[in-house]
């Protein structure tokens, strides 16, 4: 079945970097779409990232352009996001999705919070 497991969250200070990863299974990974997601507390889930299929061509939220970027291994069917420039407000449960037949696929996610 489909699976997606997220890691690499954790505590940092502001200004600092993190990297997220994804590890998917269960399906054909380089023929899908990836997207990362976060959710802080008593917000929406938002898009953060998205990085296509073919071309690898990604989509970043105007609050992160030019400080995260996503990017994918498909021979270890992995989606990364490396986040620096850290801000308090950068503070979510960060998710990873796939959509595939239709259906949104999504991973338990992984916490990030940027405290000093």
């Known amino acids: 079945q489909v699976q997606l497991v997220e890691s690499g969250g954790g505590l940092v200070q502001p200004g600092g970097s993190l990297r997220l990863s994804c590890a998917a299974s269960?399906?054909?990974?380089?023929?899908?779409?990836m997207n990362w997601y976060r959710q802080a507390p008593g917000k929406e889930r938002e898009l953060v990232a998205t990085?296509?299929?073919?071309?690898?061509?990604?989509i970043h939220a105007d609050s992160v352009k030019g400080r995260f970027n996503i990017s994918r291994d498909n021979a270890r069917n992995t989606v990364y996001l490396q986040m620096n420039s850290l801000k308090p407000e950068d503070t979510a449960v960060y998710y990873c999705?796939?959509?595939?037949?239709?259906?949104?696929?999504w991973g338990k996610g992984t916490l990030v919070t940027v405290s000093s």
């Open positions: 999705k796939a959509r595939l037949y239709g259906r949104d696929y």
């Open positions: 990085i296509t299929s073919v071309g690898g061509i990604t």
């Open positions: 269960g399906f054909t990974f380089s023929s899908y779409a």
